[in-house]
Each structure stands twice: as C-alpha cells, then as structure tokens.
C-alpha cells in the first residue's frame, strides 16, 4: 500500500527557550529531559541553532520567531518558505494574547470558478501544480509585523542567520535528500523556464551541501529594505515576470495590498486548562474547542489511551466537528463566521445527542448543524517560550510538498499551492479531502480556510503547553489527541507527541490509524459496531512543550520526522 500525498507532507518545528511502503514505523520513546534556561526542538537543527542563537543574543521568543521561520525557508523547502504563510498565537508572560494572520489571500484576478472547466467539473492538478495555483505570499509581511510589535533585537539581527545558511550552505538530512530525489520530475517539468535550483545529474544524499545563493540574496534584501525588499523593487518584479512566464495571476497591484492581520484569539476552558488558539480563516481553533468540549463530560483517563471506547468517542465528536467545518468556516473578512453559536455549549451538547455506543453513526446521516440567528498538508508548526516565559505557537505552510514546486527564477524561494484550500467546488474535495461550500468559495483578496492549530495553554494563569503541527486535515485531530495525551493520559511531552494516533474527518467515512495504534481488539470491537478501519502511514509531526510545576521546561520532538530538541 502507497502513502498517498497527504501522508507525507508533514514537517514541523518547535522551539522553547528561557516513500515509500505502509509499515509500522519505530518511534523511539526518548526521556524528556528538563531545562531550566530553555529548549530547542526542531524539524531541522540548524533553524533551531538560528533561534537560539538569536535567544542567546539577548532577543525574545518573536526574534528568535522571525529567525526560525527565515531559516526554515532554507533548511526546509518541503514546507518552510517566504512564498506562503501561516498564523501566530502569542502570549506574553504576564498573560497578554494576540494572534497574526498572515495567511496568503487570493490574486485580484481570481474567479469562483477558475479550476473548473466548461462542463462545470474540476480541472485535476490546477489547483496545485500551476502558476494559477499560487495565492499572495503573506509570511513576509508577517514577520516584520510581528517583530515591530513585539521584536527586541535589531530587524538586521534576526534576519542575518537565514543568510548565512543560504550563502554558505547547509548539510542535507536523509529526509531531505530523498524528497528532493522523489521530486526531481517535477521540479525540472515545472521550472523548464527558469532555475531548478534542486536539479542534479546524480542522486542527493545525507551530507551534501545545498547552498542556495539566490535565496541569500533575496533574504539580504528582506533585511535591508524590510517589506520593501519582498513586496516591492526586484523581487516583486521576479515575482510578476514568474507569473507572466506560467500565466500565473499575481499582480503588482496584490503584492502592494497584502497585508497580514492581528485578530483576537478564540479561548476556551477545558476542565482547569484555558487554551488560546488561532480564529478564522484557520479552522483549527474552533474545531479544537468544539472537540475538547465534546469529550469533556466523559472518563477518558479512566477508559485509557486508543481503547474501544476513547477512540469511538472521540471519532463520534471529530465526525460533527468536520461536518460543522464544512459550512460555516472561511475568511472572516468576506464570510459572517458564526463562531459564538458553533462554541456555545448546548449547540456542542445538542450534536452529541444522537452519538450511540452501539453503532458507528452513518457520516451520511450528519450534516452541519443549525442554530438561530445564522446567515447562511505542505505545513510546518514551531514554538518558541523566552526566558522571561513569554511564547509563540506559528505553524506556516506552502501547503502541498514544496509548494507547487514552481521557483520565482532568480528568487531563489518556491511558490506556495494554498489555493487548493479554497473549496473549487462545493462538495468536490481538496488535496486532504476536505470538502467546503460558499463560506470558502474564492473571491479575490479572500484568504483561504486553514487546519493550522497553533496552540497555547495555561494552567492556573500560568503558561503550561505549546503545541502544534503540519498535516494537512490531520492537524486538528493531531494537536487534539497530543493535548488530550498530557491533560487526560498522563503522558509527559515526548509520550504525548511520540503515540500513535488516528484522524476521522466526516468525510471519508472512514477512520484512518497509524499502523499499530489499535490492539486487534480494539479494532475488531469498532468493526463489531460498523466503522471502518483504513490503517495508513504517519499522521502529523507534533511537537510540543510541557511546563512542569517547578518551572522546567519539556519538550517533545515527534520521532516522526528529523526533529531533535536540545535546551540549556
């Protein structure tokens, strides 16, 4: 058995300071150590080094922030990126919260029905390996928004670590060797116009250096001219020549307009923990809360982790949620999002009403929900705390592996894919399967629906976890179970994101585990009852900090991908 696309665009990142065959992957279950000073846990450790190196300079967790989201343009060209973008939840650490939306937005020229073709249907791969298939790059703007809110070091400073990993090369992982072996037909069919900056004659391999000198030249710019050195002036003009070269629809005009946004969180309670997430366009806030206040009245520690009743009750919420997901989350900006009803407590309750222990409800018999009043993934996550305790959660995302895998020639950086997120159709799914209707229908300047789940929590006013991850539909299920193992299972960081985990999302009817997350009874009992168990390869790369009541300081780096964690 293949792994399909979705499975294998999963790269994330944490930070805290103060293809192959279906098998059963071995994930080690290292000790979590504790630091007291802070700690790195990295998809890949050189943008760790870059964050802590910007730490150790005197500089916050935003700085170190901005430096890792930089250096993972780099180091992580599967999901890392100055072509796409992301979202920021930030708590300061005397309890403050903001959240940034620098998610991409559609090009002025986009219509509803751009990917469909004369008959109405969708045109396949349009959405993803095109030119067209690019929205407006927010990660940029993000950055320097964030630093000059909250930033302590010189803009210079944060940015100079990226360059130096582009200019004078890094050493490739034996992950990233062999995506950027596997991806070797595409990236010369699509680049034929331009530069293939992966192409080689012979294969990657570990230990290689990739050196990326027009990427460190647009990073040098970023650093001298801030927002004027991306979205304006010679790159901006690559960019509208890149677009001309693949009759791609970005303009100048939507370069000048894009602008990311500070929304405020969505919090919520879950028994004596607050959690503050990310609000639309991300699906992921709501759909957490709405998970974590449909499982709340029930045993789960008592039941145990993955055991026949946890996983059909958990499976039974994640069904409702989707559903709700599919109808009424989009861009709030063009959409009315009816977040107060969807978290209001007796709505959640009402949809639990018909959840049954003997059967498996039919994914066919549930639709989003109603109340009063209503008018009708290639992603990578890290987390940073400071040493005075204030903390970042940002996952940020090209979308697909690569993006669409398109370079802007002489640019140096790939172009993202995040259209594929829109709903091109209503009830025709994206890449992950996802499917939407006219809450994310494209619009020009609409910035597309997300599952990113950057997420903090606190436990007696004080910050107790960070977490997040990539994954495409996987990520609101991965962060929701993640928390679950620590605050329900008792499973310290490492154990939280190192367990096996499953994903349900309405539609497929299906639940979907990594191999061996279910004994062969717990499988035979939930086939008794009619669900369907379709196992699959690695879902998601948590990675997750836990604060211990003496003020330590733990992390988890998901065994998954290359992550490693150090701290000091």
């Not at 790269?11 to 293809?19: E, F, K, M, R, V």
């Not at 994310?440 to 997420?455: A, D, E, V, W, Y």
């Amino acid at each position: 058995m293949k792994l399909t696309l979705r499975d294998t665009l999963n790269y994330p990142l944490i930070i805290l300071l103060a293809g192959s065959t279906l098998t059963a992957p071995a994930f080690a279950q290292e000790a979590s150590p504790r630091y007291k000073k802070g700690m790195v846990v990295c998809a890949y450790p050189d943008a760790a080094q870059a964050g802590l190196s910007v730490l150790k300079k005197g500089g916050n967790a935003v700085d170190a922030a901005v430096a890792v989201q930089f250096a993972l343009a780099v180091t992580l060209p599967q999901a890392g990126n100055i072509g796409g973008g992301g979202f920021m939840v930030y708590r300061s650490s005397n309890g403050q919260t903001a959240t940034l939306d620098y998610r991409e937005k559609a090009p002025g020229k986009a219509t509803t029905d751009m990917y469909l073709d004369a008959n109405g249907k969708v045109i396949p791969q349009k959405s993803l390996y095109t030119h067209q298939a690019a929205g407006v790059p927010g990660s940029v703007d993000g950055m320097i928004e964030a630093h000059k809110k909250y930033g302590k070091l010189k803009w210079a400073d944060v940015v100079q670590p990226s360059i130096d990993l582009a200019a004078k090369g890094f050493k490739v992982t034996e992950r990233l060797a062999n995506d950027l072996n596997r991806n070797q037909e595409q990236f010369t069919r699509l680049n034929n116009g331009g530069t293939n900056y992966f192409a080689r004659t012979t294969p990657w391999k570990a230990g290689d250096l990739l050196v990326l000198k027009d990427l460190a030249n647009t990073l040098t710019l970023i650093r001298d001219k801030g927002r004027a050195g991306f979205y304006s002036g010679k790159v901006a003009q690559q960019i509208i020549t890149e677009m001309k070269r693949g009759d791609g629809l970005i303009s100048q005009a939507d370069l000048d307009n894009y602008h990311s946004v500070w929304r405020k969180p969505i919090t919520g309670q879950y028994k004596q923990y607050k959690v503050i997430t990310m609000p639309p366009p991300s699906s992921g806030g709501i759909a957490l809360l709405q998970l974590l206040h449909s499982v709340e009245p029930y045993p789960l520690s008592r039941w145990g982790h993955n055991q026949d009743s946890t996983v059909q009750l958990i499976v039974e919420a994640e069904r409702r949620v989707y559903a709700d997901r599919s109808k009424y989350l989009g861009d709030p900006d063009f959409f009315k999002v009816p977040t107060d009803s969807l978290l209001r407590p007796a709505y959640i309750e009402s949809r639990m009403k018909n959840f049954t222990w003997a059967a498996a409800t039919p994914s066919s018999t549930i639709q989003p929900g109603s109340f009063a009043g209503y008018e009708s993934d290639q992603t990578t996550h890290f987390s940073i705390v400071d040493a005075q305790g204030n903390a970042v959660s940002i996952t940020t995302t090209l979308n697909g592996s690569f993006g669409n895998k398109i370079f802007v020639s002489g640019a140096g950086f790939l172009l993202n894919n995040e259209m594929d997120d829109f709903s091109s159709k209503p009830g025709v799914p994206n890449m992950y399967g996802l499917v939407g209707g006219k809450a994310n229908s494209i619009q020009p300047g609409k910035r597309m629906l997300s599952s990113m789940t950057p997420t903090i929590l606190e436990k007696d006013g004080k910050l107790f976890m960070v977490v997040g991850t990539p994954g495409g539909s996987t990520i609101i299920t991965s962060v929701f179970q993640t928390i679950l193992n620590v605050l329900e299972f008792g499973q310290d960081a490492q154990q939280a994101v190192t367990s096996k985990r499953f994903h349900h999302q309405w539609l497929p009817d299906e639940v979907a585990p990594e191999i061996n997350a279910f004994t062969n009874d717990v499988t035979t009992k939930l086939q008794q009852k009619g669900y369907k168990i379709v196992p699959r390869g690695s879902i998601g790369r948590v990675d997750a900090i836990v604060v211990t009541p003496q003020g330590y300081l733990m992390g988890g780096a998901d065994p998954r991908g290359d992550d490693t964690k150090s701290g000091w």
